[in-house]
């Protein structure tokens, strides 16, 4: 796994807002939310914890959550055994499937985090191979179908995270699951700098606001064929300003 940056990239800034601003990261998910006509009773946050790993492999010391199994601890037997159950006949490439940047549970529903720093970002590419590439498209046209949406293999392409995950959360709603993916856009969030001699510089910048975001996502809906899809039960968007830039 890729290591976290100091002062820059989407693991830090999340952590960050995790850590340090967690009202505004907590209100700013909420307003989200109410934006698109969600109404929140229960406005109490449950985040999960992550699970700790080897410190010779990663400079944390942490591992996100992978896969669905820490639902065990956190659902009903029955529903966690109907879940697993539907998804090992999926096929073989459902062991730890999805790495997970962050996931709460907020007012009954499951909130599986993805943070973004920069717009490159958006792009992903599916590492299966073989028999599993078509055991996912099946997986995916599966689980999509019931929200009119026809899947093709570009669904397997240059936007294969997000296809994934509005796929996993369609299939978790129709096993019982209330869930979502929420993707966090974090603002002028990728400015990677350097302590030189007496002051700090900018050494890349790829950080980028909300139009540049948009943008991106735009075009990830339309390689995906979905820009029309109303996607509103599987996923939200919503974005923070990682550096004000009225603060001296």
């Not at 994934?164 to 002028?188: D, H, P, T, V, W």
Request: glycine share 8%.
């Amino acid at each position: 796994m890729a290591q976290m940056g100091l002062g820059y990239g989407s693991e830090f800034q999340l952590l960050r807002f995790m850590g340090r601003h967690r009202h505004e990261l907590e209100r700013t998910i909420i307003d989200a939310l109410q934006e698109k006509q969600q109404t929140i009773n229960d406005k109490n946050f449950d985040w999960l914890d992550f699970e700790y790993s080897d410190i010779n492999k990663v400079i944390t010391g942490d591992r996100e959550l992978c896969g669905l199994s820490f639902l065990e601890k956190k659902i009903d037997k029955g529903l966690y055994d109907k879940i697993t159950s539907a998804l090992q006949k999926a096929g073989s490439f459902i062991s730890n499937w999805q790495h997970w940047d962050a996931v709460f549970v907020l007012d009954d529903c499951f909130y599986f985090v993805e943070a973004k720093a920069y717009p490159g970002e958006l792009h992903s590419t599916n590492d299966h191979g073989g028999s599993s590439e078509e055991e996912i498209l099946n997986f995916m046209k599966e689980n999509m179908q019931p929200y009119g949406i026809e899947v093709d293999e570009n669904w397997l392409g240059s936007y294969y995270q997000f296809a994934n995950r509005i796929s996993m959360m369609a299939f978790l709603n129709q096993n019982g699951l209330n869930a979502k993916a929420i993707y966090i856009y974090f603002e002028n969030g990728y400015n990677k700098r350097q302590v030189i001699r007496q002051g700090i510089e900018s050494v890349s910048d790829k950080g980028a606001g909300k139009m540049e975001f948009d943008e991106a996502i735009q075009k990830e809906l339309s390689h995906l064929n979905i820009e029309k899809a109303n996607l509103s039960e599987l996923v939200v968007h919503t974005y923070i300003n990682a550096t004000p830039k009225d603060i001296k």
